[in-house]
């Protein structure tokens, strides 16, 4: 043997030894060095010393994530001792995760998502990184404490108006029932049961005790004669009749143009901000409510009898509630993010179109049985919800396309009454249609939903 391999060999063994100190069998597969001129021992694999390294319990690990084994020669994989493959890329396992750990999921949004069960109230709150149905247990009734899934405790009264859908009660207090879990409403007032109830001035055929005469004068008994602007102690038009409002109360907007004792009466002027709340635009005149940008607002504004309203309430503007009489003709536009037009009522015998588009909100309003209302609710972000009935002899355009969305809009077509949908492209969605016979309903949904219509046979076409 030369003196130079013999110092080779030597200097191997040492490093073999050092080596094997650090890491077990961390020189157990190398080739040997002594005879470079012959081939080394075959490895279990077949594979001789002499070349690549193989997937035996021998090899210098390249990399600490994989098992042991790794092949010296190669770049080390994440197989178990003896499959690793030859000069094998590095695989993920015994890696980290290159997005790091997932993202945890809710499992809910809010309370209404949770399913309930007797003896158990699951209310939707964070568990660890994500929303979850946690249990409270069952809630605990009279005890001076709203708990978890209690709507009220006993004793609690609240104003029967401010419950149930819009309109649904016109009077009357709610009592807390004896589980805590909801409010009874039994004694609340209904207006339109022909039946005069706390809180209503009148209700259909039952036109209250017709109220004092001018200037303090006797009453009639209740429910005889019809009720003037003179009972109701309004000097211009005492004769004339103030019918019951759906609201089951006296329209006396037919003695001077507005409703008695209303702060602002827009007799055929314009108003902005907050000088329009709750202002009236009087009987037959036109008004302009400049509520438009920066987060202003013009609430429970009312466009009477045969008046001409024209809201500007787009760039944040905020125009809720507002309520459209019969005979009135409503524009109202609620284009642009953060602008809202939600809880307006447009009346029978009223004509209202909405511009809800570009992420304007039009949600909860009502269109009743004989008004003609139009929505545009066009682009991403746009919402409009409610009712809205097309009564006989109207046309009713509905837009929602680019993404808007009107699936929280149930819209009855009534016999003889138009309907137009278009709702396409994708993430559009159509309102809840209901097309009865006689009447004409029309679908453009290309890349949208249409939202599964109820159709007589043959009212609806389109795609």
């Given at each position: 043997?030369?003196?130079?391999?013999?110092?080779?060999?030597?200097?191997?063994?040492?490093?073999?030894?050092?080596?094997?100190?650090?890491?077990?069998?961390?020189?157990?597969?190398?080739?040997?060095?002594?005879?470079?001129?012959?081939?080394?021992?075959?490895?279990?694999?077949?594979k001789s010393g002499g070349g690549k390294a193989n997937s035996g319990a021998g090899g210098k690990a390249t990399g600490f994530g994989g098992s042991s084994g790794s092949p010296s020669g190669g770049k080390a994989n994440s197989g178990s001792a003896g499959t690793s493959p030859q000069g094998g890329k590095q695989s993920s396992a015994g890696m980290a995760p290159t997005g790091g750990a997932a993202?945890?999921?809710?499992?809910?949004?809010?309370?209404?998502?949770?399913?309930?069960?007797?003896?158990?109230?699951?209310?939707?709150?964070?568990?660890?990184?994500?929303?979850?149905?946690?249990?409270?247990?069952?809630?605990?009734?009279?005890?001076?404490?709203?708990?978890?899934?209690?709507?009220?405790?006993?004793?609690?009264?609240?104003?029967?108006?401010?419950?149930?859908?819009?309109?649904?009660?016109?009077?009357?207090?709610?009592?807390?029932?004896?589980?805590?879990?909801?409010?009874?409403?039994?004694?609340?007032?209904?207006?339109?049961?022909?039946?005069?109830?706390?809180?209503?001035?009148?209700?259909?055929?039952?036109?209250?005790?017709?109220?004092?005469?001018?200037?303090?004068?006797?009453?009639?008994?209740?429910?005889?004669?019809?009720?003037?602007?003179?009972?109701?102690?309004?000097?211009?038009?005492?004769?004339?009749?103030?019918?019951?409002?759906?609201?089951?109360?006296?329209?006396?907007?037919?003695?001077?143009?507005?409703?008695?004792?209303?702060?602002?009466?827009?007799?055929?002027?314009?108003?902005?901000?907050?000088?329009?709340?709750?202002?009236?635009?009087?009987?037959?005149?036109?008004?302009?409510?400049?509520?438009?940008?920066?987060?202003?607002?013009?609430?429970?504004?009312?466009?009477?009898?045969?008046?001409?309203?024209?809201?500007?309430?787009?760039?944040?503007?905020?125009?809720?509630?507002?309520?459209?009489?019969?005979?009135?003709?409503?524009?109202?536009?609620?284009?642009?993010?953060?602008?809202?037009?939600?809880?307006?009522?447009?009346?029978?015998?009223?004509?209202?179109?909405?511009?809800?588009?570009?992420?304007?909100?039009?949600?909860?309003?009502?269109?009743?049985?004989?008004?003609?209302?139009?929505?545009?609710?066009?682009?991403?972000?746009?919402?409009?919800?409610?009712?809205?009935?097309?009564?006989?002899?109207?046309?009713?355009?509905?837009?929602?396309?680019?993404?808007?969305?009107?699936?929280?809009?149930?819209?009855?077509?009534?016999?003889?009454?138009?309907?137009?949908?278009?709702?396409?492209?994708?993430?559009?969605?159509?309102?809840?249609?209901?097309?009865?016979?006689?009447?004409?309903?029309?679908?453009?949904?290309?890349?949208?939903?249409?939202?599964?219509?109820?159709?007589?046979?043959?009212?609806?076409?389109?795609?």
């Open positions: 043997m030369k003196r130079s391999a013999l110092a080779d060999c030597v200097a191997s063994s040492l490093l073999c030894l050092a080596v094997t100190a650090l890491l077990p069998g961390g020189c157990a597969s190398e080739q040997n060095t002594l005879e470079p001129d012959r081939a080394g021992p075959t490895s279990a694999s077949g993202a945890a999921t809710d499992k809910c949004k809010t309370t209404a998502d949770c399913t309930q069960v007797t003896g158990s109230c699951f209310v939707c709150e964070a568990a660890g990184a994500a929303k979850d149905c946690v249990d409270h247990g069952p809630a605990v009734c009279d005890n001076g404490t709203l708990d978890p899934c209690e709507t009220c405790e006993i004793g609690d009264i609240k104003a029967c108006v401010a419950l149930g859908q819009p309109g649904e009660f016109s009077g009357g207090e709610a009592t807390c029932k004896a589980t805590c879990d909801a409010w009874d409403t039994s004694a609340c007032s209904v207006c339109g049961n022909d039946k005069q109830e706390p809180g209503e001035e009148c209700d259909g055929s039952d036109n209250g005790a017709g109220g004092a005469g001018a200037g303090g004068a006797g009453t009639s008994g209740p429910g005889a004669g019809e009720h003037t602007c003179a009972d109701e102690g309004i000097a211009q038009n005492p004769t004339t009749v103030t019918p019951c409002t759906d609201e089951c109360h006296f329209d006396t907007t037919l003695c001077g143009g507005c409703s008695k004792g209303v702060g602002t009466c827009l007799a055929g002027t314009n108003c902005s901000a907050t000088t329009c709340n709750r202002a009236e635009c009087k009987l037959g005149t036109s008004c302009t409510l400049d509520c438009g940008g920066g987060g202003k607002s013009c609430d429970d504004v009312r466009c009477n009898h045969d008046a001409t309203c024209n809201f500007k309430c787009n760039g944040s503007g905020h125009c809720t509630g507002a309520v459209c009489d019969s005979g009135s003709k409503c524009t109202l536009d609620c284009s642009g993010g953060g602008s809202s037009c939600d809880g307006s009522v447009c009346k029978a015998g009223a004509s209202c179109a909405f511009d809800c588009s570009f992420s304007g909100n039009c949600k909860d309003v009502n269109c009743k049985p004989g008004a003609d209302c139009d929505f545009i609710c066009n682009a991403g972000g746009s919402v409009c919800s409610g009712q809205a009935t097309c009564g006989a002899g109207k046309s009713c355009d509905f837009q929602c396309n680019s993404s808007g969305n009107c699936g929280g809009l149930a819209v009855t077509c009534q016999k003889d009454s138009t309907c137009t949908f278009s709702c396409t492209g994708g993430g559009s969605v159509c309102p809840k249609a209901s097309c009865e016979t006689g009447s004409t309903c029309t679908f453009d949904c290309a890349g949208g939903n249409c939202n599964a219509p109820s159709c007589a046979n043959g009212v609806c076409t389109g795609n």
